[in-house]
Nanobody, 126 residues
Framework: QVQLMESGGGSVQVGGSLRLSCEAS????????MGWFRQVPGKDREGVAT??????????YYDHSVKGRFTISKDDVKNTVYLQLSSLTPDDTAMYYC?????????????????WGQGTQVTVSS
């Protein structure tokens, strides 16, 4: 059974930084996409960033709202993806979910991905 285990959420002040991690188990990620969504209660899910896994791939995608502030990276050996969040604002407050899929489409369309983690809360206070 595929499992995506997130860690690294927490509370931070405006302008601060956090690093999220997501380790996949029972999942052959090579060539597939892993990344992050976020959701605020009462609002639609939003695709944040995705990266193509596998040593021969270097594709990354960011939503316009986080481009230049968030950085997605990976460790193919550890089957792990990271999201560095910087210059955080209260609008970044949300539950962040790790996800995995065969394509990058879900992140661009805010659509459902195949596999999901349980989520980790990020709270930015002013």
């Amino acid at each position: 059974q595929v499992q995506l285990m997130e860690s690294g959420g927490g509370s931070v002040q405006v302008g601060g930084s956090l690093r999220l991690s997501c380790e996949a188990s029972q999942y052959s990620s090579g060539g597939n996409f892993m990344g992050w969504f976020r959701q605020v209660p009462g609002k639609d899910r939003e695709g944040v960033a995705t990266i193509r896994m596998g040593r021969y791939f270097d594709y990354k995608y960011y939503d316009h709202s986080v481009k230049g502030r968030f950085t997605i990276s990976k460790d193919d050996v550890k089957n792990t993806v990271y999201l560095q969040l910087s210059s955080l604002t209260p609008d970044d407050t949300a539950m962040y979910y790790c996800a995995a899929d065969k394509t990058s489409g879900p992140w661009k369309t805010n659509g459902p991905a195949t596999y999901w983690g349980q989520g980790t809360q990020v709270t930015v206070s002013s």
